[in-house]
């Protein structure tokens, strides 16, 4: 179990790594990506569900020794459960500090708008 921290910091490394290292071409099309939002990408990746789905695949598969299984559901729920933890705690945190939380004016008009409707 103490190489799950090491394996849940690699993970975002990588994970890191690759956004960046696609940013350009992603910034490129579409509607585009800035720094602060591949950041953003790069910290919530989703690494619960597809993989915890995989990992009873091969726990269920009789030709995988028992050791091996248990490596994988450990290693994957692990870090399913850190990912939720941490990232989900601090997600919050991170998206306000890099700014992706301000309203644009075009946005802030709209909402007036509509609570101004609303209330009629």
């Known amino acids: 179990w103490l190489k799950l921290p090491g394996l849940y910091i690699l993970l975002h490394i990588i994970r ?3 956004v960046f290292l696609l940013r350009w071409p992603l ?19 989703l690494r619960g569900a597809v993989s915890l789905v995989l990992s009873l695949i091969v726990f ?4 995988v020794k028992d050791h ?15 990912t939720l933890v941490i990232n989900g705690t601090t997600m919050g945190f991170l ?11 075009v946005k802030k008009k709209m909402l007036k ?4 409707a609303y209330k009629k």
């Open 27 to 45: 910034s490129k099309i579409g509607y585009g990506l800035t720094w602060a939002q591949a950041t953003v990408l790069g910290y919530s990746g």
């Open 113 to 116: 708008t509509l609570v101004k």
């Open 16 to 18: 890191f790594g690759m």
């Open 60 to 63: 269920l598969d009789t030709g």
């Open 68 to 82: 091996i299984k248990d490596i994988v559901i450990f290693h994957t729920a692990g870090i399913a459960i850190l």
């Open 95 to 105: 998206i306000r500090k890099l700014g992706l939380m301000r309203m644009s004016e």
